[in-house]
């Protein structure tokens, strides 16, 4: 382990200040698949982390039972102390899918959170087209999905999950659907508007670049059942041009790391 990382045991977790807590969190599908075992973990307030493992290790599993859509087979998840058991207006997804009303125009879609919650018309569009802006779709209210590139639908799943105004941030690998290009400016769009929103962001993805880039953690899950094997702090000053980020020693030291303690799970 170099020294711009450093590896925690989840006999270990952080308690400072979380704003969700998981405890001895195991899920079973049926009697034969056992996603996650035993999972403890805490999500400090106004942190990004991301979640990281082999295909197949619970990730998205375990973003869904923070979300509340899908319930645990046993321990329990906290949302700023409250027991997880559905859904709740603290806590906002971004699915990978986009997840779009296709009769739905732009506006209509960022705003529809907050229709479902009985916000008055005019006031919800106007936190709409707000977010809309901070995504970089200002213009395209009126458009619809089937007009978007998939990388505009998922910026506006992005503003969506702005608008609602939630503390939690729960995104499963929503760039996964993009090209590289287009990859590489939403995670430096999305650092710019957690700067600004100050929310806690939870991160599924498959890229260990990404994670080293993005994350203030990165925990890493073991194959299935999915187990907490080390949750690492990348030590990396994010207060320069992205590109100086992706050439420093610590950023490859740590994707070289990460890469070494999960090469042998690869397919």
């Not at 409250?82 to 732009?106: C, I, M, N």
């Not at 939403?186 to 994350?215: G, W």
Request: proline residues 6%; aromatic residues 6%; charged residues 25%.
């Amino acid at each position: 382990m170099t020294a711009t990382v450093r590896a925690i045991r989840q006999a270990m977790p952080d308690t400072a200040n979380p704003v969700v807590e998981v405890r001895n969190l195991s899920k079973r599908y049926g009697s034969s698949v056992e996603a996650l075992r035993d999972v403890n973990l805490s999500f400090p307030t106004g942190q990004l982390i991301s979640l990281l493992g082999p295909s197949g290790c619970g990730k998205t599993t375990l973003l869904k039972i923070i979300a509340g859509l899908l319930p645990a087979t046993s321990g329990e998840v906290l949302v700023k102390g409250q027991k997880v058991t559905a859904p709740g207006p603290e806590r906002a997804f971004v699915f990978q899918d986009f997840a779009l009303l296709p009769w739905g125009s732009v506006l209509r879609n960022a705003a529809f959170g907050l229709e479902l919650r009985g916000v008055p018309k005019a006031e919800r569009e106007a936190k709409a087209k707000h977010y809309i802006e901070q995504v970089g779709l200002a213009g395209f209210e009126n458009r619809y999905p089937h007009e978007l590139s998939g990388g505009m639908r998922q910026r506006v799943g992005l503003a969506r999950a702005l608008a609602v105004d939630a503390d939690v941030l729960l995104l499963d690998e929503p760039f996964s659907a993009v090209d590289e290009q287009n990859r590489r400016k939403f995670q430096e769009d999305l650092l710019r508007l957690r700067q600004i929103e100050n929310k806690t962001l939870i991160f599924v993805t498959h890229s260990i670049e990404e994670a080293v880039y993005l994350s203030d953690r990165i925990v890493l899950l073991s194959p299935r059942p999915g187990r907490v094997s080390d949750i690492i702090e990348p030590k990396i000053s994010r207060d320069r041009d992205p590109d100086q980020i992706r050439r420093d020693s610590g950023y490859l030291d740590t994707v070289e790391t990460i890469w070494r303690g999960l090469r042998d799970y690869a397919d």
